[in-house]
């Protein structure tokens, strides 16, 4: 069974702060892929990333960085400099070997930023 | 214009009706799922289908109906609402399934009264 657990349930941050959103997956595939999604207030679901079990290289893009650690079974995203456009609910997901086609999602962080 | 819409955006109905929610996705991805959005859960696969004719169930089936004639079409039926199916449900659509990104439908949000 595939399990993601985002403990954080809400964070605040004052506008420019880093953040960091915290991912932790559990999964008995062998490959296996990450995401991350946003969710901002007007409600769409906007992809952010895909990372594939096989990949352990942390990848940053903007303001956006990824840290994937199979040791720790652990998917974080930092958000530096944060700005108000930044604040969402962020999701953290799962997905198993091809043919596997069930994608599971955590619960959730809400992040505010504050100006 | 190109991506995946879903209709109706909010619907309001009561218990034992029977709605039908819209997914339409104009990108010929072969992969399609539907999702529910509640508070607690974050989303919940219900639905899934890898081609036209070919679905399968997700992680909360109970009380949901689909179907796929089309590749650009996957229509979620309530045979009989009841209010647990007041929710936020999203569809959503990938070229080669849940390994690969997925795109989401801006949200039905429907209310069983």
């Known amino acids: 069974a595939q399990k993601v657990t985002q403990a954080q349930t809400e964070i605040s941050v004052v506008e420019k702060e880093d953040v960091t959103l915290d991912c932790v997956y559990e999964?008995?595939?062998?490959?296996?892929?990450l995401f991350w999604y946003k969710q901002p207030p007007s409600g769409e679901l906007v992809f952010l990333i895909r990372?594939?079990?096989?990949?352990?290289q942390n990848e940053i893009s903007g303001r956006y960085s990824w840290n994937f650690q199979k040791s720790t079974s652990s998917f974080n995203f930092t958000i530096t400099a944060s700005q108000v456009v930044d604040s969402a609910v962020y999701f953290c997901?799962?997905?198993?070997?091809?043919?596997?086609?069930?994608?599971?999602f955590g619960t959730g962080t809400r992040l505010t930023i504050i100006p | 214009d190109a991506g995946i819409t879903q209709s109706p955006r909010y619907k309001i109905t009561e218990t034992g009706r029977q709605v039908t929610l819209m997914c339409h996705q104009t990108?010929?991805?072969?992969?399609m799922f539907w999702y529910r959005q509640d508070l607690g859960h974050g989303l919940r696969l219900i639905y899934y289908?890898?081609?036209?004719?070919?679905?399968d169930k997700g992680e909360v089936p109970d009380g949901y109906v689909v179907s796929r004639s089309k590749t650009e079409n996957f229509p979620l039926t309530l045979e009989s609402a009841t209010r647990s199916q007041t929710s936020v449900y999203f569809c959503?659509?990938?070229?080669?399934?849940?390994?690969?990104?997925?795109?989401f439908g801006p949200g039905t949000r429907l209310t069983v009264t």
């Open positions: 990108w010929s991805h072969s992969y």
């Open positions: 289908s890898a081609a036209a004719d070919i679905t």
């Open positions: 999964t008995r595939d062998t490959t296996y892929y």
């Open positions: 959503a659509s990938s070229e080669i399934g849940a390994s690969m990104e997925q795109y």
């Open positions: 997901a799962l997905s198993g070997n091809f043919g596997n086609e069930k994608l599971t």
């Open positions: 990372r594939n079990s096989f990949d352990e």
